[in-house]
């Protein structure tokens, strides 16, 4: 079945670093494709996403790039800050409505002040 | 806006026991999703409501766990009779639409632990 892979599973920068976290999916029909950032004790929350007909997205110090041929997508988080230490998920979905998320198993980013 | 919520937060019981947990999503959304999470793993769907109806069920488990929604509001997720490795968070999510960019908000979980 479909399935979504994410690396690292943990990663620890120092604040003012950059964090990168890559993602692989299988299914080729995907299209969409959302980072999901739970803190601890929170509940996951959308901080950016980004849709098959573009390469790259940037909100402010966020940022994600995507490689359809490839099959790869990435997070990277530019001047990392204490605030920034979280649980990040990547997921892809198809296009189709009704279509399930499919998420990865998710990457623990530390950020050492 | 009240986001989704989720009760209990936290739940523990014996194997063999029955657990129900509630998910209470944005008001006016229709669809209502039920995902789970196992320690270190990735977050795993486990169904789609749409309304009142159920429009996928494909990552339910097994035949232990039923998921109601009766009146297209709240849902339900019963776990009967819980086994140990049905421990993890139990997430609910909803969203307006579903097609592939309407935002799924997700509840913080419940975390079930089966002794």
């Known amino acids: 079945g479909e399935n979504v892979e994410q690396h690292p599973s943990t990663l620890s920068v120092q604040e003012g670093d950059s964090a990168v976290i890559k993602c692989t999916y299988s299914?080729?029909?995907?299209?969409?494709f959302p980072w999901y950032k739970q803190e601890l004790g929170k509940r996951p929350q959308l901080i950016i996403d980004?849709?098959?007909?573009?390469g790259e997205k940037k909100d402010q110090r966020i940022a994600v790039t995507l490689n359809k041929t490839a099959k790869h997508f990435s997070l990277h988080i530019t001047e990392t800050q204490p605030e920034d230490s979280a649980v990040y998920f990547c997921?892809?979905?198809?296009?189709?409505?009704?279509?399930?998320?499919?998420f990865g198993p998710g990457t623990s980013l530390s950020v050492i002040p | 806006e009240a986001g989704v919520t989720q009760f209990p937060s936290h739940s523990v019981i014996e194997k063999g026991q029955t657990v129900t947990l509630r998910c209470d999503p944005i008001?006016?959304?229709?669809?209502l999703y039920w995902y789970r999470r196992v320690m270190g793993k990735e977050i795993k769907f486990l169904l789609h409501?749409?309304?009142?109806?159920?429009?996928?069920e494909s990552g339910m488990p097994n035949n232990r766990f039923l998921a109601e929604r009766t009146g297209g509001t709240y849902s339900t997720l019963k776990v009967q009779p819980a086994e140990l490795e049905d421990s993890g968070v139990y997430f609910c999510?909803?969203?307006?639409?579903?097609?592939?960019?309407?935002?799924?908000?997700f509840g913080p979980g419940t975390r079930l632990t089966v002794l």
């Open positions: 997921a892809a979905r198809r296009a189709t409505s009704y279509d399930k998320v499919i």
């Open positions: 299914d080729s029909a995907s299209n969409y």
């Open positions: 999510a909803s969203s307006q639409g579903a097609i592939s960019t309407d935002t799924q908000y």
């Open positions: 008001s006016g959304h229709d669809n």
């Open positions: 980004i849709r098959s007909n573009v």
């Open positions: 409501f749409v309304k009142e109806s159920k429009q996928d």
